[in-house]
């Protein structure tokens, strides 16, 4: 089972709409959890951190479920410029801290 | 702040050519690495750094070395380049800190180089 699995989309929805993504990870170990963002082309870049307790910064919020050992990501009032790959990241295990990363799940926010 | 910075941002190899792919930080990180992404598989770690003079294998390292004089600096070189090797290759440096009792990394990453193997 690799280590970080993402449906990789595309999720395809209007603008204004609600939408949510699950990343599941297998290595229990891990204690922290990144979410990246990509745009077409370019580099990704550090969108949020996950911790026990969630975190929400503005329409996006994520939350991790231990037991189930997934994290999630929601966007809330979608926006045209919120179209991009987000790349799920557990922080690296076993004190490398060097990021693992999902295939990414895509977005496409339509008029 | 330059950041990550990576040379070239394009190229075109021959089949059996080698190169080095530079990557510079000018943040003083202590860990780099360098991923490939392909259409379909995601980012997938070739090789990694924690600091100078130590490097380690990561998920996909055959066909590539690199090596950490200085903190600043982590080439990748690929050594008889192979069709296969056509991809977009990023390089990143992270930095460990503690937030709510953890630690955790952020990365930074170069603007990719897109390698095309002929």
């Known amino acids: 089972r690799k280590e970080v699995e993402q449906d990789p989309g595309p999720f395809n929805v209007p603008e204004g709409a609600t939408v949510a993504f699950n990343c599941t990870y297998s290595?229990?170990?891990?204690?922290?959890f990144f979410w990246y963002r990509q745009d077409c082309r370019k580099e990704p870049k550090l969108l949020m951190s996950?911790?026990?307790s969630g975190n929400e910064d503005g329409r996006f919020t994520a939350q991790l479920n231990r037991a189930s050992q997934y994290i999630s990501l929601l966007i809330r009032d979608s926006k045209l410029s919120d179209s991009a790959t987000y790349l799920c990241?557990?922080?690296?295990?076993?004190?490398?801290?060097?990021?693992?990363f999902g295939r990414g799940t895509s977005l496409i926010v339509h008029p | 702040n330059a950041g990550v910075t990576q040379t070239p941002k394009f190229q075109v190899l021959k089949t059996g050519q080698s190169m080095t792919l530079q990557c510079a930080q000018d943040?003083?990180?202590?860990?780099m690495s360098w991923y490939r992404q392909d259409p379909g598989m995601g980012l997938r770690l070739i090789h990694y750094?924690?600091?100078?003079?130590?490097?380690d294998q990561g998920e996909v390292p055959n066909g590539y070395n690199v090596s950490r004089s200085t903190t600043e600096d982590f080439p990748l070189r690929l050594l008889s380049a192979a069709p296969s090797q056509t991809s977009v290759y990023f390089c990143?440096?992270?930095?460990?800190?503690?937030?709510?009792?953890?630690?955790?990394?952020?990365?930074?990453f170069g603007q990719g180089t897109r390698l095309t193997v002929v």
């Open positions: 996950v911790y026990s």
């Open positions: 990143a440096s992270s930095y460990s800190f503690r937030r709510q009792g953890l630690m955790n990394t952020e990365a930074f």
């Open positions: 750094s924690v600091g100078a003079g130590i490097t």
């Open positions: 943040m003083n990180h202590e860990y």
């Open positions: 990241a557990p922080r690296g295990t076993g004190g490398s801290y060097i990021p693992t």
């Open positions: 290595n229990s170990a891990s204690q922290s």
